[in-house]
């Protein structure tokens, strides 16, 4: 039984005794946790709802959590979230307290749901996941397929109050890149990007391609390109136009930092790959990145040296502490960059 399935039978109130919901995509977790909650009498949520810091929790609150009965519902739902037991962390739990918890899953009470979450990866080899996934469902909240994705994104499009044709939801999904294999985009990404798409637009309106252009992150990405291209040609007035544009479109200068970063770490791994005679896709492969991006990594290596590279990676570094402590103003930091490798 796949998400979906699952969170259908919880909205239907068809609800089993024990979940365990995980993964990076934090949208899917929190949606589950709406599912759960629309279950329960708003009016006493209060007494048949506990959501559990798992990382601060111990034995007797949690078993008198789980135990307590519902009132004026049929059920209680119990939430505990990053349990430290499904993370490889011993804080408040002993060996004694895992065993009786193991043992305990196989008699929670009828009249209580309880649900794990972890934001993140598990390790199933552990006895206290294998034995929820032996007596309740597990459930991995990964990337959705391309067809869920499809449907998603034209749903959210759809609800931000915008017309949205098929072919320009295709070009939407394919800018955004979260069907990439290096790509740490979530859903929760990408309803940003459609609620700025979508406040852009305007309600009533049709998205068109150039406003997805205009306002997805590929569209940065590609800015980016540009702006070290030009600082490698030595064209500082160019930069300078680039980056005042990425500003004024509302991006910030610590994450226009970041994604320097990111590519001339990229340079220097693919220029160390072209060494040992790769090509471009094979390059890309290996660095797991798209291989337009592993096209222009290669094309830029020819504009610095290893030294150079080093040099400005050690700028970076130096700007961004000297940014979050307050040492220096951000624009005058980057500002400061252009001029000095341009």
């Given amino acids: 039984m796949d998400y979906k399935d699952i969170i259908k039978n919880i909205n239907d109130n068809k609800m089993e005794k024990l979940y365990f919901f995980y993964g990076k995509e934090y949208f899917l977790i929190d949606n589950a946790i709406k599912a759960f909650r629309g279950n329960l009498n708003e009016s006493m949520i209060d007494f048949n ?18 135990e307590t009965l519902p009132f004026m519902d049929e059920r209680k739902i119990v939430i505990i979230k990053d349990f430290e037991l499904l993370k490889g962390k011993k804080k408040n739990f002993s060996d004694s307290d895992e065993k009786y918890l193991v043992d305990y899953i196989d008699n929670i009470p009828e ?26 469902k ?39 890149g979260y069907k990439d294999k ?33 306002l997805t992150e590929k569209k940065i990405e590609n800015d980016i390109f540009k702006l070290i291209d030009n600082i490698g040609a030595k064209n500082s007035s160019s930069a300078m136009k680039i980056l005042n544009d990425m500003i004024e479109e509302g991006e910030s200068v610590l994450g226009i930092f970041a994604m320097i970063s990111r590519q001339f770490k990229l340079i220097i791994q693919a220029r160390g790959l ?13 660095l797991k990145i798209h291989p337009f991006v592993a096209g222009k990594a290669l094309k830029q290596t020819s504009n610095f040296s290893d030294s150079e590279i080093t040099e400005i990676m050690n700028y970076l570094l ?6 979050k402590n307050g040492l220096i103003r951000d624009t005058l930091a980057v500002e400061i960059f252009i001029g000095k490798y341009c």
Wanted: charged fraction near 30%.
């Fill in 274 to 286: 072209q060494s040992e005679k790769l090509s471009s896709k094979s390059i890309a492969d290996r």
């Fill in 49 to 66: 709802l506990d959501i559990i810091d798992g990382r601060e929790t111990d034995i007797a609150s949690l078993i008198s959590s789980i």
């Fill in 318 to 323: 130096d700007s961004d502490y000297k940014i």
């Fill in 111 to 136: 009249t209580t749901t309880i649900v794990f979450l972890v934001y993140g990866d598990i390790d199933k080899r552990k006895s206290f996941v294998k034995k929820i996934n032996k007596n309740g």
């Fill in 138 to 176: 597990l459930v991995n909240c990964d990337k959705l397929s391309d067809m869920d994705l499809f449907k998603w994104t034209k749903k959210t499009f759809e609800n931000s109050g915008v017309i949205i044709d098929n072919p320009q939801i295709m070009h939407f999904i394919e800018q955004i």
């Fill in 182 to 214: 290096s790509s740490e985009k979530t859903l929760s990404d990408l309803k940003n990007d459609i609620n700025k798409i979508s406040s852009f637009v305007g309600k009533g309106n049709t998205v068109e391609k150039d406003a997805i252009d205009k």
